[in-house]
Structure formats: structure tokens, C-alpha cells
């Protein structure tokens, strides 16, 4: 999706014609044509950095579930991925926060039948989401904790 903004804003400022229509109206219902170019940057920036997020999610699950699979439990891998996953989550979810007051604030713009404004999806279960990420988290860090003095005593 980010690809397809990408292109738009491209072939907007770099198509005449395409300018020459706005150019004429530099202003649409009291704002700049230039906010409106400025808002889509912001927003396929934001874009990108959620994709990256994501990306980084799934790869740090995928190698917990791997450490898991050959019976790696309490390790210290496991709690820096647990540590890298909660910090990649964190990060989506401010982006997504974000996000969502950008769509806010220029809500006639983006989508004008929109009427699942006050709980937002994506934010509310990113942050849900964080919440049980982080208690998980704590137990991986008592259980290494645990592991320790039961390796010791053996």
C-alpha cells in the first residue's frame, strides 16, 4: 500500500497537468494543497516505519517459536528477542498512535463514513497487545531467574 502512496505523491509533483488543477485552487475548503501533499508524506513515512515494525515483529517471533521448538526456554536469547519483540511492538504501537491522531485531525480527507473513531483497532489492541507482550516478558525474566538457582543447587 505504502508503494501505491508513494507513487501517487510522485506522480503528483512531478506531473504538470496534475499541479496545474490544484494550482489553480490553492486552496481546498480553507487548506493548502501543500498540507494536503505534506499529510500524505507524513502518512507513507508512517506507513513505512509500521512495515518495518511489523517486519521485525514477526522475525523476533518466529525465532523465539524456533528457540522454543529445540527446547530453549529460559535462555538469555530468549529474553533479548522477548526484549526486541517488546521494544518492536512499543514501537508500532506509538506509530499507530500516531497515526491515528493524524487521521484524526484530517479525518474529512482520508474517509468521510468512518464512525469507528473512539476505539480505534489498531490502537487499543497494540496496546493490549504490549500489555500481555510485557507480562510475558517479566515471567521469561523470573523464570531465568529460577533456572539459575535450580542449574546452582544441582
Not at 51 to 80: G, P
Not at 103 to 132: C, D, E, M, Q
Amino acid at each position: 500500500m505504502w508503494i501505491a502512496m508513494g507513487g501517487a505523491i510522485l506522480f503528483g509533483i512531478h506531473n504538470p497537468d496534475f499541479r496545474a488543477g490544484f494550482e489553480s485552487s490553492m486552496y481546498v475548503k480553507g487548506v493548502s494543497v501543500n498540507r494536503y501533499v505534506e499529510v500524505l508524506i507524513v502518512t507513507l513515512l508512517l506507513m513505512i516505519l509500521m512495515s518495518i515494525a511489523a517486519f521485525l515483529i514477526c522475525r523476533y517471533a518466529r525465532l523465539i517459536v524456533k528457540n522454543i521448538k529445540q527446547e530453549v526456554y529460559f535462555a538469555d536469547s530468549n529474553l533479548n528477542l522477548l526484549k526486541k519483540l517488546l521494544i518492536s511492538v512499543a514501537g508500532y504501537t506509538i506509530i499507530s498512535i500516531i497515526d491515528y491522531i493524524i487521521f484524526i485531525t484530517h479525518r474529512t480527507w482520508f474517509a468521510k463514513s468512518s464512525n469507528n473513531v473512539l476505539y480505534p483497532s489498531g490502537v487499543t489492541t497494540g496496546l493490549l497487545f504490549l500489555a500481555v507482550l510485557y507480562v510475558v516478558y517479566l515471567v521469561f525474566k523470573y523464570g531465568m531467574k529460577v533456572q539459575e538457582d535450580a542449574d546452582s543447587i544441582i
